[in-house]
């Protein structure tokens, strides 16, 4: 492969998710991943499955396993804990992230930023784990404004974040854009993009709608005339994504993130057409 790439998991919670996790563990394992990540449910509530995910990752798949770690629902002492269970296990790695506050919870966390919450990071464990952050080519759907967003992500590397990885995109020019943005104010960490590969376009519309990641008007129209042809979907939707990991890669691209959904094939299908079957 020209390029490293990494999956990203979410922590199962019964026992046929955790089979199905380790079917695509499996299969993934066989493109060599750089590492994978594990997402963090907010409020507490899949704090443990994430813990367990990134120990089950490390030590039965041999992965470098990175967890996510969120500001939200979490006290000091709480993520003070959860970082020095990390660095027990071996992790090499964190996602850093704010996080989303679900609706209807009341309590922020002690840390309000992902800045905040890489300060601390820096100041428990110093320079023990390499820190990725979030980042938003189309801009956070909660920042004021595309320069406030800017402005934002610089504060999370003069925090000490040494990468980043993007929100899934489906107009690279808004990667590069958003790379020369960053480069203009002083910033030279590595920005990753973040791939979603296309299976299912009713659950996508959804994801997107609510994380303010844009569909471009023509893949939704083409999507919409195949109608129920889930198998020309998922041709349709691979070679879509595997035009879009071209054009990054030609413009220098450092790496790529797939967001596996805790699916192979999806991710395997953009892989084989960029001739990187395992």
């Known amino acids: 492969m020209p390029i490293p790439v990494s999956f990203e998991f979410y922590p ?25 990540s594990c997402t963090f449910g907010a409020g507490g509530s899949t704090l443990s499955y994430t813990s367990e995910t990134v120990r089950h990752l490390n ?16 006290s000091r002492e709480e993520i003070r804990e959860l970082l020095r269970l990390y660095r027990a296990l ?58 406030t967003d800017l402005r934002h992500f610089k504060a ?17 020019d808004a990667y590069f854009h958003f790379v020369d943005a960053v480069r203009r ?14 299976s299912n376009f009713t659950q996508l519309r959804r994801f997107s709608e609510a994380c303010g990641a844009e ?11 195949l109608g129920d042809d889930a198998d020309a979907i998922r041709d349709f939707g691979a070679d879509v994504v595997a035009s879009l990991c071209e054009r990054l890669i030609a ?11 805790n699916l192979a094939k999806p991710t395997q299908t953009v892989l084989s057409r960029l001739g990187w079957a395992a």
């Open 59 to 74: 030590q039965h798949h041999g992965f470098d396993a990175a967890p996510h770690l969120s500001c939200v629902g979490g």
């Open 185 to 198: 104010l002083g910033v030279d960490i590595p920005i990753i993009p973040g791939i979603m590969p296309i």
């Open 251 to 261: 413009g220098g691209a450092p790496s790529l993130h797939f967001y596996t959904l």
């Open 90 to 147: 071996g992790c090499k790695r964190i996602v850093a992230l704010r996080g989303d506050l679900p609706s209807g919870m009341g309590h922020p966390g002690d840390l309000r930023y992902a800045s905040e919450l890489i300060e601390f990071i820096r100041a428990e464990h110093g320079d023990t784990f390499h820190i990725e952050v979030g980042a938003y080519p189309e801009t956070h759907p909660q920042a004021e404004d595309a320069l």
């Open 156 to 172: 999370k590397v003069e925090a000490g974040a040494n990468g980043a990885i993007t929100q899934y995109f489906y107009n690279p």
């Open 12 to 36: 199962p919670k019964t026992d046929e998710q955790r089979a199905q996790l380790d079917r695509t563990a499996h299969k993934l394992k066989a493109h060599a991943p750089e590492y994978v």
């Open 215 to 225: 569909i471009p008007r023509w893949i939704g129209k083409r999507m919409q005339a």
